[in-house]
C-alpha cells in the first residue's frame, strides 16, 4: 500500500517528538463530542507548539513522530481526530498498544518507522511511504525504512475496519 502527502514532522529541538499520548492528540475536555467531522477541529489542540495544528491541517497530510504516540488512555477521539482531518496517515517510531489497535481496528493506516533522515525532509514537503517495500521516499529519493504491515493489519484496512474485515471470515 502507498501512502502520499504532505508530510508534518512533529519535532522538538530538531527531534521527532516521543510519547505523545492520547490527552495531548484529543483532550478529555472534548470527550462529549461524538460526532467525528467535528473532532478534527481539536486534534493536537493540547500538544505544545502544535495547537494550531487542526487550522493548518489539509486533507492529505501525513504526520510523522516519534516513539510511543497514542500511549496513555484509551480514547477512540484520538484515531477519529485524524480520519475528520482526512489525514493519510500518521507515521511514528512506535505507538502506545491500545492506540494501534484502536487505529487498526478502525481501518486508519498507521505506519511504524525503522529509521528516516530528518536532514532530508522538512515539514510540508510531499513524501511516499510505501508499506509493501518498506521505503520512505522524498522526490524519489529514499529517506527511510517502515517496518512491514502484518498480514491482518492489510487486510482490515481493505475492507475499511475491522468490522467490514470480520464479514470476510
Not at 502506545?96 to 536532514?119: C, E, H, M, V, W
Amino acid at each position: 500500500m502507498i501512502f502520499k502527502g504532505r508530510v508534518w514532522l512533529l519535532l522538538r529541538e530538531g527531534k521527532l517528538i516521543d510519547d505523545i499520548d492520547t490527552d495531548m492528540i484529543f483532550h478529555n475536555k472534548y470527550l462529549a463530542i461524538t460526532d467525528i467531522a467535528e473532532m478534527g477541529q481539536y486534534t493536537f489542540d493540547n500538544l505544545e507548539g502544535y495547537k494550531d495544528f487542526a487550522k493548518k491541517a489539509q486533507p492529505g497530510d501525513i504526520v510523522i513522530t516519534g516513539q510511543n504516540f497514542g500511549s496513555g488512555s484509551s480514547r477512540q477521539h484520538a484515531v477519529d481526530c485524524f480520519v475528520a482531518l482526512k489525514t493519510v496517515c500518521v507515521a511514528a517510531q512506535s505507538f502506545g498498544a491500545i492506540y494501534k489497535r484502536n487505529a487498526i481496528n478502525s481501518g486508519f493506516p498507521i505506519l511504524t518507522i525503522k529509521q528516516i533522515d530528518l536532514s532530508k525532509v522538512k515539514s510540508g514537503d510531499i513524501v511516499e511511504m510505501d508499506s509493501e517495500a518498506g521505503t520512505i521516499k522524498k522526490d524519489s529519493s529514499d529517506i527511510g525504512k517502515l517496518e512491514p504491515l502484518s498480514t491482518v493489519q492489510k487486510d482490515i484496512l481493505k475492507a475499511g475496519n475491522v468490522f467490514e474485515y470480520a464479514k470476510t471470515l
